[in-house]
C-alpha cells in the first residue's frame, strides 16, 4: 500500500505564496505519476497541476497557470507544489495523487486516472 501525506497548507494573504509537499511511503513504484487537485466547499475536485515521473512533462490548470509550479525529487518520494501570487479563489483542500506508469514521459490530467491519493492540506487565501 502506498501512503500519500501532504503538507504545508495554511493560511496566508492575497499576493503571498505557500509551498506544499507530497511525501510517498510505503511500497512505492519504481515509477509513477504525480498530479494535485483541489477542492473548494461545494465545488467538484479541480486538476491543479500534475508531473512526470522524469518530470521533464508537466501541466497545469488554466486557473493556476503562470503561478503555480510543480517539480519532484524522487530521490525523496517527493512532489512539490509551489504557489505564488495567491488569491482567494485557491482557497481549497488540496490533494495530491500518485499513479504506478511504465513511461518516465507521462502525466495525467484527470483524477480517476490516480490510484492513490493523501488525505489532503487545507490552503486559504484571505482577501
Known sequence: QVQLVESGGRLV????SLRLSCAASG??????AMGWFRQAPG???EFVAAISWSGGRKSYGDSVKGRFTISRDNAKNTVYLQMNNLKPEDTAVYYCAQK???SGSVYYTVSHEYDYWGQGTQVTVSS
Request: proline share 0%; net charge positive.
Open 100 to 102: 504506478r506508469v511504465d
Open 27 to 32: 511500497r512505492t513504484f519504481s515509477s509513477y
Open 43 to 45: 465545488k467538484e475536485r
Open 13 to 16: 494573504q492575497t499576493g503571498g
